[in-house]
């Protein structure tokens, strides 16, 4: 990869993943935030650890996807966007609708996630599937400012996600 991919607004450093290859590493980084938060005098020392491990640990004990939805919505309005689209991508993958919709314009504008339009449409067409007339109507909208080829990307994606949506859901 070049400099000049890197930088491009389009990047997101995970384009070329499948979803199995996003969910290992989600899961390394998780363990490794473990570690470091747990570890005294570690790279997190200076933070009141206290706080930090009980936030943590907080947003992993959330599970039910309408939970994930009012917690994402609470970090949203304090400004902690990160922590509120991950929390929305744990619901959204749960098959929550709403939560689908917000995963969408958080990618659309960059918000606590890389900025992408072809994810953003993708959690749009999942959404719309599931008749929901803003997503209908965001995947309108978006399906203008988009090539043929980000379309189909778009479209790969929601199939994907879908599938392991579904499985998931089904364990």
Known sequence: MTTSQLTTP???????????EVDARLKQHQQLLQLMLQSPGGLFSYLPQQKAVAEYKDVLSVT???ALYQQAQDYSARQQLH???TLLCRAAYQGHVPAQVQLGHCYLKG?????SAVFAYSWF?????QHDSAAQQACTVLSKHLTPLDQQQAQQLAAERFEKITIQNNE
Do not use: H, R, Y
């Open 83 to 85: 922590q509120s689209a």
């Open 125 to 129: 067409i999942l959404a719309a599937l």
């Open 10 to 20: 389009e990047f997101t450093g995970m384009d070329d993943l499948t979803l199995a």
């Open 64 to 66: 039910t996807p309408e």
């Open 111 to 115: 918000a606590g996630v890389p900025k």
